[in-house]
């Protein structure tokens, strides 16, 4: 280990974050901090609008906190977007091709590493399919799949799974936590549903709302695989819901 | 954590039982999945597409055929100065034999040609320029509308004084002309890229040259596309207008036959010209909305043989593309379907209908 790999993947210190300005002007993180562990899979939960697609954003360099620090420590953070987010005018495998293309990988190994990806995410053979003609499942299995293309050292999901049906969400859950393992890449996961964090996270980070600041953060000591319906995590997400409930109707929104 | 490497030792092991035992199932569950996603794609029978393409535009020649020999029948003006459709239509044919008729239009159409491509290489830069520049877009962005709501003509004594009767003086008006459709299309194009997919592109590590190459380009191309065909039909008109009264002697130009006939007083000769210019027109207006047509469906944009989403899409099909300037009438397409009548709602049988 380098001195740059060190055990903490983000440094996320003192962290606000104001959008537009004058009487519009609106807080959405206030005062921050956070260290992401190497190899973790961490979930961030908070009710909608309390800046969790804003943290994922400054954690991959796209936008810039108004005051505070976001340190990756020498990693490239990747990003899947809250919308499946694919680019309209390419097919599947061209979509997972970018970043592939942008990192300057050759064309016979792009398109066996574009195969491998999507065997990966179970769409093998859909290479040639247009994003339009794949159902919002497919589409944000694809998208998944482009991420892990980027091969990035941190991988930032914001709600990845939002739009899936509880069948295939457990399949990708499966998917995710399998990669994970066998990639050791940091995860950052963006969610609105208690029970997928606890199913996924090493550890829950609870934000909340308006503005938003690390209100909780759990350690999820239950042994893997889980399953979402196991009693362990029933039992966790109901903690955690308590505490989330308290953290909404402290706003009256 | 102490634990970490044990931890993980263990995991990796549990992923190995883990895979092999429900590896295939999981594929399984996904391929039934997967089958109720696929959308089923059904293609009409490219006849059948050809036919419904046709059709309507057959039907609207016909209709103006027929409206112009009822004039004509009329009485309203004697027969040599309005002669009927067929006596333009055959001298329009007898013309196709005769070589005149050939070196005229190629010359007209190389001149057209070289002045848009021209046009279009100097609107692409610009269009670039001033869409990355603020400075730049505040100096000349207004001058680039208006340049383009400027009638071509009156480019035309100072293009005759600075050229004399030449091929450049031909050549700039066309330039002028198409040029600022071109770039306000670039400019409209990148000024509506969704700024999700720059965040897309500068994710995945695309920056400057890159992006502009992998998310820009693409995401602007309906509305250059449309800069593009707005600046053909302004190249075109300039380019009619510039070769009537610019006759460069020795070089036949469709133009030129036109005004010549004019002198001679020679009402069918003036027709068959006209007809000449109508056909470029429609054929290259068929290859932009050929194009058009193919871009739509590899985004998506269109819902192939559901008569109420084209009824539905209105005339112009993108919005983007409707932020560009319209020249007058310029967009003469007439395989676009008519723009939904508000009062027929929920009827979609009403143009299919007689189709069928
Ligand atoms: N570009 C922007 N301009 C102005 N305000 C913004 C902008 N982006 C976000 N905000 C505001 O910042 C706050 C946090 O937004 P953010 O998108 O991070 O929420 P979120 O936690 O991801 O919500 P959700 O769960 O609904 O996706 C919101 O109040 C939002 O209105
Ligand atoms: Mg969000």
Known sequence: MTAVRSDTAVRIDGVSRFFGSGAARVQALDNVSLDV??????????????????????????????????????????????????????TAGGNIEVPLRLRGIRRGERRERVERLLAMVRLAGLADKRPHELSGGMRQRVSLA???????????????????????RDLL????????????????????????????????VLLSSRPGRVAEVFDVDIERPRRIDSARVAELATVVTTRLREEVGRHGH | MATESGTSTRFRSQTADFDAETGLAVDAALAGLDALDIPTTQRRPLASRAWAATWPKIGALALFLLLWQLVVWSGWKPSYVLPGPGKALSEFGSRLGTSHFWDALARTLVRAVEGYALAVVIGVVVGVAVSRSTILRTAVGSFITALQTMPSIVWFPLAILLFKLSESAIMFVVVLGAAPSVANGVIYGVDYVPPLLVRVGRSMGASGFSLYRYVVAPAALPSVLAGLKQGWAFAWRSLMAGELLVIVPGHPSVGADLQNSRELLDTVGVMASMITIFVVGVVVDAAFNTADQRMRVRRGLVAEGTSAVRAARGSRGLGVAGGAVDPVGSSGDGTMPPPADPGAGGGDGGHSGGAG
């Open chain 1, 37 to 90: 562990r190497s190899g973790e899979f961490l979930c961030l939960l908070g009710a909608s609008g309390c800046g969790k697609s804003t943290l994922l954003g400054l954690i991959t360099g796209l936008d810039a906190p108004t005051t505070g620090t976001v340190d990756t420590t020498n990693r490239r953070a990747g990003m899947m977007f809250q919308d499946s987010a694919l680019l309209p005018w390419l």
């Open chain 1, 146 to 168: 482009r991420a892990f293309a980027q091969e990035a050292d941190i991988l930032c999901m914001d709600e990845p799974f939002g739009a899936l049906d509880a069948m295939t």
């Open chain 1, 173 to 204: 859950h499966d998917e995710l936590e399998r990669i994970w393992r066998e990639t050791g890449v940091t995860v950052i996961f963006v969610t609105h549903d208690v029970r997928e964090a606890v199913r996924l996270g090493d550890r829950i």
